[in-house]
């Protein structure tokens, strides 16, 4: 049976052409002690976006592999699909992030909410966790509320689960069922009962990523209170851990952050969770492997500092139509972003700086970092121009590449010093 190792990274590269400067990283990581499987995830709305097919991905993680020589476990994680998408997905990933966002709130069948009721009486008044002093009082009312809500959405995890499982069959993928993309977050309590209606379902869900406090916006830094995260995760923790036991989930479920990448104010605090209660980690990382590209083609300067002006440019012009599909996951103050005027006088060093999120530099701008994170579209329309000029400037791009994924995230998330 396919299982995932205790510490995974979800790695996005959406032009395919970053696997190698990624996987440097992880390798990096494992000669520090830190064992990390590589999980290259790509997104049905990102194969769209750019034109690329789930095979891409594929073919690119066997081969960077194969090339470093690399032993260990790796997957490709069909990422966010659900009933419509994963079709294409299904004969070359063996991971499946199934996204039940979606079907949140719709309500299931009267006899459905009765009978997973009848099955979680016990759980009424006191809910204990045990192996840790947390504990909830629960109602009746509560209960239904929340099998009313989620009792439907996790019936539909259950078959797209089972369509993968036909095709692929059990044990020969991992899966994860993801509930980030919602307006509230999940608590504690309905964590609980989410994953007793999973084990109902008979999912050997590996991974699971609840909605947390706060906003994880993409390529950006949590926005939000540490410490009210801090606490919510260590309960969910507990949760896992006690929901193993009582439900018969895998022994090896863990929690799956999707942290939209760069969420610094929050990795130390994960990484010493985590360490305390010895337990696993997915960190799920969006594709800001591009926006990496598009600092280390500025460095480069010239031609390729012309170039990602340029996307700038269109991307001030455009930035309704590229914001509309990210709406819930980044905020952009328009009035902060740099005009095209004054960004045409810049040079490779400041436009580069604007753009790299070192929180401490004057210049870094999260507005225009969050503007380039979602104009990757306009980079595809030119993708033959893109593709030589990442080839012409590679040595500087994936020095970005890896520097961000190893220094900014994993050594921040493990306390590497
Ligand atoms: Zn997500």
């Excluded at 009721?117 to 759980?123: A, F, H, I, R």
């Excluded at 993968?164 to 509930?179: D, L, Q, W």
């Excluded at 909605?211 to 390529?219: D, I, V």
Aim: proline share 4%; with cysteine.
């Amino acid at each position: 049976m396919k299982t995932l190792t205790k510490y995974s990274i979800g790695l996005g590269d959406r032009f395919g052409h970053q696997g190698n400067a990624q996987l440097k990283a992880i390798i990096e990581a494992s000669d520090k002690g830190i064992i990390i499987t590589p999980v290259w995830n790509k997104s049905n709305r990102e194969h769209n976006t750019i034109g690329t097919e789930p095979v891409d991905v594929r073919i690119e993680a066997d081969s960077v592999t194969k090339n470093a020589g690399f032993k260990n476990p790796y997957f490709v994680d069909a990422d966010h699909i659900n009933l419509d998408t994963v079709d294409r997905f299904i004969y070359c990933s063996d991971f499946f992030t199934i996204d039940v966002a979606s079907y949140i709130g719709k309500e299931a069948g009267e006899k459905e909410i009765t009978e997973f009721l009848s099955g979680v009486e016990k759980y009424t008044g006191d809910l204990n966790i045990r192996g840790s002093n947390l504990s909830f009082k629960t109602t009746k009312s509560q209960i239904r509320q929340i099998a009313e809500k989620y009792l439907f959405a996790t019936v539909k995890a259950g078959e797209i689960y089972r369509k993968i499982e036909k095709a692929k069959g059990r044990g020969n993928f991992i899966t994860e069922v993801s509930m980030d993309e919602t307006p509230l977050p999940q608590t504690p309590v309905e964590l609980f009962f989410i994953l007793k209606m999973l084990a109902s379902e008979n999912i050997p869900v590996q991974t699971i990523a609840p909605k947390f406090s706060g906003r994880f916006n993409k390529g950006v830094d949590y926005v939000g209170d540490p410490l009210l995260f801090v606490k919510e995760f260590e309960s969910d923790l507990m949760i896992i851990d006690f929901a193993v036991k009582e439900f018969g989930l895998p022994e090896n479920l863990k929690m799956s952050i999707h942290s939209g990448s760069d969420k610094f104010a929050i990795y130390p605090h994960i990484g010493s969770i985590i360490k305390k209660f010895d337990k696993g980690i997915h960190l799920k990382t969006a594709g800001t492997t591009w926006l990496e590209e598009v600092i280390g083609l500025a460095e480069s300067g010239g031609e390729a500092l012309d170039f990602v002006k340029e996307i700038y440019f269109e991307s001030l012009e455009k930035i309704d139509e590229l914001c509309a599909p990210y709406a819930d996951v980044i905020d952009i103050n328009v009035s902060l972003l740099p005009s095209k005027k004054a960004v045409s006088e810049w040079t490779h060093e400041k436009f580069a700086d604007t753009l790299r999120h070192i929180p401490e530099n004057p210049d870094y701008n999260p507005n225009m970092r969050q503007l380039i994170h979602v104009a990757y579209k306009l980079a595809a329309l030119k993708m033959k121009d893109y593709f030589r000029l990442l080839e012409a400037n590679e040595k500087t791009v994936s020095a970005c590449v890896y520097e961000n994924i190893y220094n900014r995230h994993i050594c921040r998330l493990f306390g590497i010093k």
